[in-house]
């Protein structure tokens, strides 16, 4: 089965196409870096306008690069959420459209969902069950995965996400966008140590997070009397440091409670250099081991999308019977049910 895979959540348009028995077949990313960058954040209204420009010629692009024509394709994968609603918008009528033209399924998927399994497109991907980090854009979250759409989750930020944090602290710093890459690029010029910035709900006992007061106190830094701008480096990596103090030991603490020594880490900031390091290490010495997507995957991207729809579709799960473009810019990934198939092997 081939599965055309499309992904518009945010600024990032994905395509890609996955075949269940040969594996990626190949994909293409159009980033809005530079068109978002005059306004140091992301603008829907511009999001949506440049997907609606974007897609159809990465489409083309994606198809001809597997070598397939657009009658070759058995199904459509798409972000259903969450996301930008009018992002969200246009990648959903394309797939539909493109799925009901051709009378083949159209499967609205969970863009969540798609992190948590883009490391099982690794040439040595993880196993089930495990825990895994969700570090994506406005989402912190811990899960314990037993299988496809099987996910509990353990614990997550109450306020600002990770990335979010990241970005927001960057731009106090002045930093261009996106601000999360550049501060941890920052940071490595930097020693962490020199400024004692807070580590949020590092001993509250649970598996939740907390940034907000990481970023204030950044700010408290920045604004008191005497500061240094030629500080900022060091101030970056400690404000690193204090972040990936907390998802570690949060990470940890999660494994042990629910006995498992497998840990998939997904999302933007998984791509952090010092996160991986800090974890790689600490997990191995319980004997554990830690799994990532590829460096390319890490962000949002259409092969992850196409891929958890083929394991949907694979599993026997079917898109709806009458077309209709289905959104859910809320989506909590908790609410997922593994696919009919699997529920039933699972009861008997």
Known sequence: ????????????????????????????????????????????????????????????????????RAGDV??????????????????????ESFAMARGIPALPVHHLEGHLLSPLLAADPPA??????????????????????????????????????????????????????????????????????????????????SFSGLKTAVLNVVSAPGWNPADMADLAAEFQQAVVEVLCAKALAAMKKVGLKTLVVAGGVGANRHLRETLDEAVARRGGRVYYPEPALCTDNGAMIAFAGALRLAAGEAGPEIAAVRIRPRWPLVELRPPQSARTSCET
Request: charged letters at 20%; glycine letters at 14%; aromatic letters at 6%.
């Open 1 to 68: 089965m081939k599965v055309l895979g499309i992904e518009t959540s945010c600024d990032e348009t994905g395509v890609a196409i996955y075949d269940t028995r040969v594996g990626l077949l190949a994909h293409g990313l159009h980033s809005q870096i530079d068109l978002h960058a005059a306004y140091g954040g992301v603008v829907p209204e511009l999001a949506s306008r440049d997907h609606i420009r974007r897609l159809p010629l990465l489409i083309g692009r994606t198809l001809a690069d597997a070598g397939l």
């Open 74 to 95: 058995d199904a459509v994968a798409y972000t259903s959420g969450p996301g930008l609603a009018g992002a969200l918008l246009v990648g959903a009528s394309v797939a």
């Open 128 to 209: 089930f069950p495990f825990v895994a980090l969700l570090v994506s854009g406005g989402h912190t979250q811990l899960m314990r995965v037993r299988g496809v759409g099987d996910y509990a989750l353990l614990g997550e930020s109450v306020d600002d996400a990770a990335g979010e944090a990241f970005d927001k602290t960057a731009k106090l710093l002045g930093l261009g966008y996106p601000g999360g890459p550049q501060l941890a690029k920052l940071a490595e010029q930097g020693v962490a140590g020199r400024f004692r910035l807070p580590r949020p709900m590092l001993h509250s006992g649970d598996l939740d997070f």
